[in-house]
């Protein structure tokens, strides 16, 4: 019996992928470094030593990179879930209405008949809501990552400006 296509391919298809493309390196931090500036107290950033602007820069502007790969992946996995629930419900709503004898119920009624009898498309929906909650969240952190690396930028920037 030939096995199902599904999430599981289509995520594999992705890594394939990806790892067809040329090696990008990991950014990595040393513990030390990423512990000394933790509790960045922001109402005290403008008055950051030149070094600790160094720190916090490297901090936060890894950390965006790292979160912007991490926010891709994430909608990448998001609309293959979605991809997949979709076409197993169409499929299953089809089959529900041929199905029904007597007067047809509405589309709500037949989703909430459908989606109670069917473990399969409950187990998808699940991980589609887990799936776009993580990206959601992670797209969040990655606003603040930006935004923080954008101050701390605008205060070098700041600086360095030789009208000043």
Same mark, same amino acid.
């Given at each position: 019996m030939k096995k199902k296509w599904g999430y599981d391919d289509v995520m594999d298809y992705a890594k394939k992928e990806r790892d @067809?493309?040329? @090696?990008?390196?990991w950014i990595k931090f040393n513990q030390e470094f990423l512990d000394a500036e933790k509790d960045v107290d922001w109402a005290d950033v403008s008055s950051a030593s030149n070094s600790q602007l160094q720190k916090l820069l490297s901090i936060y502007g890894g950390g965006k990179a790292i979160l912007e790969h991490v926010v891709a992946t994430l909608r990448a996995k998001v609309g293959a879930i979605s991809a997949i629930f979709d076409e197993e419900y169409n499929a299953a709503f089809a089959k529900f209405m041929q199905a029904y004898e007597g007067k047809k119920p509405t589309r709500d009624e037949a989703r909430g008949l459908i989606m109670s009898s069917n473990e399969n498309l409950i187990a998808l929906f699940k991980q589609k809501v887990e799936l776009e909650t993580a990206y959601r969240y992670e797209e969040g952190r990655l606003n603040t990552f930006s935004q923080c690396y954008n101050t701390l930028s605008r205060i070098v920037s700041l600086?360095?400006?030789k009208n000043n």
């Open positions: @067809s493309v040329p @090696s990008v390196p600086r360095t400006d």
